[in-house]
């Protein structure tokens, strides 16, 4: 018999750790939880929101309990610091954080400075510092953005700054809050390639994440949390044989469907699951496209012709046109830099284009105000940060409608109810997680009862729950005739909810029509640099499946 093989110490070691915030009266966010991963693993948390995730990181850097005070008890270490008596300055060079707001991390004047900072708190040489910021940049595939500056970028462009300024540090634990958060399909792709690449080299990945199927086939441990606590622990097959959606969490559309087809084997690709359900009957659920909804005879609320814009001596949109009807809801889609939120920013009169028009409610937005484009258009911005003017979340959610005229106690009860802020409303938004501050800013924007409902990036950071919800409450309001935007990457939810979607690549509009429509062009979702959903993959590979068998 061999030697025993020796399990390394865990490079994180979290035991019966409790925390709640300051403020936050007796609630724990963190309840007895106990964690450990070990060096070069590749770990998955995830769970609802509330649930503890984003708080579980901030207590890896230490910035819990240096930076945010509240009660902490039971112990963190990581790399065997134990984290209270350690400062953050000191923790830096061992364990590396991406925020789940990427825009808090940046404040350096271009992108190169940007991924420089760290390196040189690290008392690096200036060819050391060079190295590591051209090949973090490369990694993340970032080069043609070095010479940037940061806040000019978009939101998911910022993200992958973000990443790669704390791959260039080189951690022994890469720890990241939804990395995947408002990149389009080609970004994910190149910031798992990155991760994989990092885990490879031996640094212990640890990552929250609620779009799960960008993640489970990464990882090598899924860790549900529920209520602050440790619900489920295995092999992402192994939990995501469970019912997880009791926890808040959805599983991929592959896994809903082989559970669907009773396959004895829980496939996690699309290819793994043609294979498997070959000869099976496709589940009911998976309904055919549904047509495109037609708009042509639909009042425009909004209509923009032929627009261009530029900021500065860089073209943003190029002859964009398009027209909102009442009562519709439309899709912005398209990678990032596309345009989209540069576009939807004229819906209000943020920007004004340099040719063409735009016009909402029949009235050229040149010849109206912000403040009486705002009465119409209401727009939930991508950082949701930039729009709290309030330290209290009751009064960040009333100030537009008394601002504006528009107060109706009722309706704000209900708006309290629908985005479950009664917990919060006492509290201010700038400690809420990134989830509960855009629920928080959805129900300020919708307090004045706007007709045009403009929603950036509406699902990032939200658990499945408030998914639902979401796509409820959109459904009620137009049913009553209110028109929604959504600018989106989360192309699963624009599925669901959006009847129809215009796909913007480079400024320009290539392609329109019903989710199922768009996807079909092959070749302007590929310019776009995007990929249909998974349900529209199995849709279609099954379908074909099938037919070839009935053919043979």
Request: glycine share 8%; charged share 25%.
């Amino acid at each position: 018999m061999g030697p025993e093989r020796q399990v390394p110490e865990p490079v994180i070691r979290v035991s019966g750790l409790r925390y709640r915030y300051a403020g936050a009266g007796s609630e724990w966010i963190l309840e007895n939880l106990d964690l450990e991963v070990r060096p070069g693993e590749y770990v998955l948390i995830c769970g609802s929101s509330g649930s503890g995730k984003s708080t579980l990181c901030r207590t890896l850097n230490g910035l819990i309990p240096h930076f945010f005070g509240g009660r902490m008890e039971g112990r963190v270490s990581v790399a065997g610091l134990d984290t209270r008596e350690h400062p953050v300055g000191e923790l830096f060079a061992h364990v590396g954080l991406v925020f789940q707001n990427a825009e808090s991390q940046l404040f350096n004047s271009t992108v190169e400075s940007e991924l420089a900072f760290g390196l040189e708190s690290l008392g690096l040489s200036p060819d050391q510092i060079e190295e590591r910021v051209v090949r973090a940049a490369e990694i993340v595939d970032i080069t043609q953005l070095l010479h940037r500056q940061p806040h000019q970028l978009s939101g998911g462009e910022q993200r992958l700054v973000t990443i790669a300024a704390v791959l260039a540090l080189r951690p022994e634990v890469l720890v990241l809050d939804e990395p995947y958060a408002s990149l389009d399909p080609a970004n994910v792709a190149r910031v798992r390639d990155a991760l994989s690449e990092t885990h490879r080299r031996g640094t212990a990945v640890v990552l929250t994440e609620h779009r799960l199927e960008n993640a489970v086939t990464d990882a090598e441990r899924m860790v549900v949390l529920y209520r602050g606590r440790v619900a489920l622990e295995g092999t992402p097959r192994d939990v995501l044989a469970e019912d997880v959606t009791g926890l808040g969490l959805n599983p991929p559309a592959v896994v809903s469907t082989a559970k669907a087809l009773n396959l004895p084997y829980l496939p996690l690709t699309v290819e793994g699951l043609v294979s498997a359900a070959e000869g099976r009957q496709l589940p009911a659920d998976l309904l055919p496209d549904r047509p495109a909804r037609d708009a042509t005879t639909d009042e425009a609320l909004i209509s923009v012709q032929d627009v261009d814009f530029s900021f500065g001596d860089r073209p943003i949109l190029r002859e964009v046109s398009l027209t909102l009807g009442a009562g519709e809801c439309l899709a912005l889609v398209g990678a990032n830099g596309s345009g989209k939120t540069t576009l939807v920013k004229h819906f209000n009169g943020l920007h004004r284009p340099d040719r063409g028009h735009v016009s909402v409610l029949g009235s050229d937005t040149r010849r109206r105000s912000v403040s009486e484009l705002a009465r119409h258009v209401g727009l939930v911005l991508q950082n949701v940060n930039n729009q709290f003017f309030k330290l209290q979340v009751r009064e960040e959610i009333e100030v537009g409608a008394r601002a504006l005229g528009r107060y109706d106690k009722a309706w704000l009860k209900d708006l309290t109810a629908w985005f479950r802020l009664g917990p919060f409303l006492e509290r201010t938004p700038y400690q809420l997680s990134e989830g509960e501050k855009k629920r928080v800013a959805f129900a300020a924007v919708l307090a004045p009862r706007p007709e045009v409902l403009v929603l950036d990036e509406p699902t990032t950071g939200q658990d499945w729950p408030f998914r639902r919800a979401l796509e409820r409450l959109l459904g009620d309001l137009l049913a009553r005739g209110l028109s929604v935007v959504l600018v989106t990457h989360d192309l699963d939810f624009a599925e669901q909810r959006a009847d129809r979607w215009v796909l913007l690549a480079g400024g320009r509009v290539l392609a329109t029509g019903a989710p199922g429509d768009v996807m079909r062009q092959t070749d302007a979702m590929e310019r776009a640099n995007l990929r249909p959903t998974q349900s529209f993959q199995i849709r279609h590979a099954l379908g074909k499946s099938r037919s070839a068998s009935a053919d043979a």
